[in-house]
């Protein structure tokens, strides 16, 4: 049973340009959160999506960030126009239900030169 | 709003030695959750911690749960250097499933 993927595990963008990081739920679980963190920090939530839906997204920035997670296929964190203040590492955890552990994947190291 | 706060945040200690990590937080919580990181890995679960008293133990990590003090300790028995990793508690906020993470303690064991 494959845990959660991430890819990529690296990418190295300049800033302006655009950066999509692809999450794939554990086989069976249909909720899917991301988390940043930032050097030497804990991991701070950013968006809760179930199958289709945002659930809650209240730590995702305002501008350039979003997220979806549709019917078919990974789940897409996109960060439009970079700035060298989004690297970071970008984790994602599934869980079979909401209020469930959290499984977290390898993360996505994002550089932002 | 829920915050986590660990403390310490690093701690160096000998093999052989016992030592606590303590993480509080600040309002009510359904539960608690330890993570171990390895630098530039991911998170792997330790605990999940769901009542008042709970203790769990695995190998020389014991973890406990004071749900009135809203206080965990995760407890290093005899510490090897293959522990050396960052520990994170997680807390989830009642009724509502984001985790809100401490800033993680870097612990490191020297012979």
């Known amino acids: 049973n494959a845990g959660v993927m991430q890819n990529p595990r690296h990418l190295v963008r300049r800033r302006g340009q655009e950066a999509r990081l692809r999450c794939s739920p554990m086989k069976g679980h249909s909720h899917v959160y991301w988390y940043r963190q930032l050097p030497e920090e804990g991991l701070k939530f950013m968006v809760y999506?179930?199958?289709?839906?945002?659930?809650?997204e209240s730590g995702m920035p305002k501008e350039r960030f979003s997220a979806e997670f549709p019917k078919e296929g990974p789940s897409i964190l996109r960060i439009q126009q970079v700035v060298r203040g989004d690297s970071a590492a970008y984790f994602c955890?599934?869980?079979?239900?909401?209020?469930?552990?959290?499984?977290f994947g390898p993360g996505t190291r994002l550089l932002v030169l | 709003e829920l915050k986590v706060e660990q403390n310490p945040l690093f701690l160096s200690m000998q093999e052989g030695k016992n030592y606590t990590i303590y993480c509080n937080y600040s309002?009510?919580?359904?539960?608690l959750y330890w993570y171990r990181q390895d630098p530039g890995k991911s998170l792997e679960s330790l605990f999940v911690?769901?009542?008042?008293?709970a203790v769990k133990q695995e190998g020389r990590l014991m973890a406990s749960l004071d749900t009135k003090a809203r206080l965990s300790t995760l407890h290093i028995t005899a510490a090897v250097h293959d522990l050396s990793a960052t520990y994170f508690c997680a807390v989830e906020n009642s009724g509502n499933t984001p985790l809100v993470f401490g800033k993680g303690t870097r612990l490191s064991v020297i012979a």
């Open positions: 911690l769901l009542s008042n008293g």
């Open positions: 955890a599934s869980s079979r239900q909401g209020s469930e552990t959290q499984y």
């Open positions: 309002t009510t919580s359904d539960r």
């Open positions: 999506l179930q199958k289709e839906n945002i659930i809650d």
